[in-house]
């Protein structure tokens, strides 16, 4: 298998006529590949070692993608770095096996496994990125580095003003609510 052409080499498009010229059950290892992407405000990157075998109805790309996620902490707004680990195993049809949805093998019998990487990639995501070790929580109120217990512009709501008066003084434990 090659890549398809100089042009869409950053796609990673693989050039699927040899295996689909060979019997079923054929399989031919698809050269290592880096993917990288930036999807809203972080970025993917990893690489795929992947295998095609000959289906009777297609292909079917198969193998472990290893990468990293790069966004903003949650807590603390600093940019973080998580490892993302999934597998991939996708089948790609003729169109006259085409059902719904299906990925289908493309123009040239072509099929980008770069995109297939990058959508692994996503889909194995940390939907909240955080520190390791964990860092301190940003205040609430005022977006400091601080906990919110020591924020400066700590003031409470004014239409909660009511309620606050019923709550008993600070460092008071046992007194009764009241």
Not at 2 to 16: C, F, G, P, Q
Not at 44 to 69: E, K
Not at 93 to 121: Q, S, W
Not at 164 to 170: N, Y
Request: proline letters at 8%; one cysteine or more; glycine letters at 12%.
């Amino acid at each position: 298998m090659t890549v398809a052409s100089h042009e869409e080499a950053s796609l990673h498009r693989i050039d699927l006529s040899p295996l689909l010229a060979e019997g079923g059950g054929a399989v031919a290892q698809i050269p290592p590949f880096d993917v990288a992407a930036t999807l809203g405000e972080e970025e993917f990157s990893g690489g795929a070692t992947l295998q095609a075998g000959r289906t009777n109805r297609g292909v079917r790309i198969w193998g472990p993608v290893i990468g990293q996620q790069t966004g903003l902490c949650a807590r603390c707004l600093e940019p973080v770095t998580a490892s993302i680990s999934t597998s991939l195993d996708e089948e790609a049809v003729d169109e006259r096996h085409r059902e719904g949805e299906a990925l289908r093998i493309g123009v040239g019998n072509c099929v980008d496994v770069g995109r297939l990487a990058i959508e692994a990639l996503d889909l194995a995501r940390h939907l909240v990125l955080r520190c390791e070790p964990p860092c301190p929580e940003r205040c609430g109120a005022c977006g400091g580095n601080h906990p919110p217990t020591e924020c400066p512009q700590h003031e409470g709501d004014p239409r909660l003003a009511g309620l606050a008066a019923l709550l008993p003084p600070e460092g008071d434990v046992d007194s009764e609510i009241g």
